[in-house]
Every structure is written in structure tokens, then in C-alpha cells.
């Protein structure tokens, strides 16, 4: 019988230093580690966010908030996207099937987000705080982006009340109901170019469909804000070793 643990021992030292420069955060024969620059960088979004809220005069020259969250969406991107990378390896390997990857994911976001949500919108319900019992399907569907949209339509500057924060929410889960389904399906070839493309919408999109509704909240709807979430996507894939040679 073959002792396995003295064969790996007995790797010649340049064999075992290529294989491990092979091995990436998104490596599906690695776990997914947890990357404390990330940490650094949360916080950062957090504080403009926080900024922005709690000192006023600082609205008057940038919007600390809005940069906040769009950090926040380009660390989204690239922490979902490199799950998924790692699932796709493993499918793409014959470890798992397409289905059960996408199962597991949902069930993880599932169980991540929705028992809190849930509780938050209930308290607020209760609470009878502004804009949520009236839109309650809208924020139990994650539609609040959708709704709010169309209320600043016919009513400027007068959505989201006290739930106006809900969007960032909503399109988070809106990305992350389609995201999965690129990844795991689109020809691997393509991801690069696809993110690149979805990077490419958000400008288009809030330029475009700014100059027909003169809705200056385009931004709050997915494909205004996909840019974010492509980049993030997109910084993914460029540690994955495939696609460091891409463009």
C-alpha cells in the first residue's frame, strides 16, 4: 500500500513552491481565506457612509455616502464572484454539478441575509416607520430600488423614508439572482469580457435613461449601479490564474 503522506513529503521543493504559487484565494483545492485588506477596506466604506449621515457639511462638497456604497458593491462583486469561480472550477472539474452549485449558493445567501432582513422589515413594520407598511411587497420582494425609482418619478426627493437605505439591499439580491447563472454557464473565455461589458452599462444606462425620465436616481436601479459590481467581478478573475493573461 502506497503511504500518500510520504509521497507529498517527498515533492521536491521546486514541485511544492509551483503548485502552491498555482494556488489562489479563489483555488477551488484551497479554502477561501479570509483577507484582512478587505476588512481595511470596509471600514473605510463604512465611515464615508457614516460621514455622510452624521456631518451634514460635508454633503456640501462631495457625496461620501454614494462613494461609500460603491465601494461596497465592488467588494460584493468580487467576493461573489470568487465564490463562484471556485464552483465553476469544481464543475468545470466533474466535483460538483452546475445544480448543485447554484443550490448551495442560494442556500448561503439565504441563510446570510434573509433571517436579518426579514427581522429588520418587521420592526420596521411595526414600528410604523414612513414608506415601509404602504410598500411592504415592494421591500419583501427586494423591489425597494424599483419602487423608489418610480415614486422620485412623480414626487423629486421624496422616496425611501425611513427605509430609503433598503436599495443598496435590493440590488445586491437582484445581482446576486443573476450572477450566478453567467458564471457558472457563459463559456469560461467570455467571463473577462463579460464583466468588462457589464462595467461598461452603468454609465450608459444612467446616461441614457437620465436624458429620457430626468430621473436623477437612476443610479439606486441594478443596471445603473453594475458597473461597481462588474469591477469587482472583474478584480476576481484577474487572481484567478486562467485569466491573468488577459487584457
Not at 458564471?183 to 469560461?188: E, S
Not at 452599462?201 to 443596471?223: A, K
Request: hydrophobic residues 50%.
Amino acid at each position: 500500500m502506497v503511504d500518500h503522506g510520504t509521497v507529498r513529503r517527498s515533492r521536491p521543493a521546486k514541485v511544492r513552491r509551483r503548485v502552491k504559487d498555482r494556488e489562489t484565494i479563489w483555488s477551488p483545492t484551497t479554502p477561501l481565506r479570509h483577507m484582512a485588506q478587505l476588512d481595511g477596506i470596509r471600514a473605510f466604506a463604512v465611515a464615508l457612509v457614516l460621514g455622510y449621515h452624521f456631518y451634514r457639511p460635508v454633503r456640501e462638497y462631495v457625496h461620501l455616502g454614494g462613494i461609500g456604497v460603491r465601494v461596497f458593491f465592488v467588494l460584493s462583486g468580487f467576493l461573489i464572484t470568487g465564490i463562484l469561480l471556485r464552483s465553476r472550477a469544481l464543475r468545470d472539474g466533474g466535483q460538483a454539478p452546475a445544480g448543485l452549485a447554484l443550490r448551495h449558493f442560494y442556500i448561503r445567501r439565504f441563510l446570510r441575509i434573509f433571517p436579518l432582513y426579514y427581522f429588520a422589515l418587521a420592526i420596521a413594520w411595526l414600528g410604523k416607520v414612513s414608506a415601509t407598511r404602504e410598500e411592504i411587497v415592494w421591500h419583501a420582494t427586494y423591489l425597494s430600488n424599483v419602487r423608489f425609482f418610480l415614486v422620485n418619478a412623480v414626487d423629486r426627493g421624496r422616496w425611501g423614508g425611513g427605509v430609503g437605505h433598503f436599495w443598496s439591499l435590493a440590488v445586491e439580491e437582484q445581482f446576486y439572482l443573476l450572477w450566478p447563472w453567467v458564471i457558472l454557464f457563459a463559456p469560461r473565455r467570455w467571463l473577462p469580457g463579460i464583466a468588462l461589458g457589464a462595467a461598461a452599462v452603468g454609465p450608459i444606462f444612467r446616461f441614457v435613461v437620465f436624458g429620457i425620465t430626468d430621473n436623477d436616481v437612476t443610479s439606486i436601479l441594478l443596471p445603473g449601479c453594475v458597473d461597481s459590481l462588474a469591477l469587482g467581478a472583474y478584480l476576481a478573475m484577474t487572481v484567478v490564474p486562467e485569466y491573468r493573461s488577459h487584457p
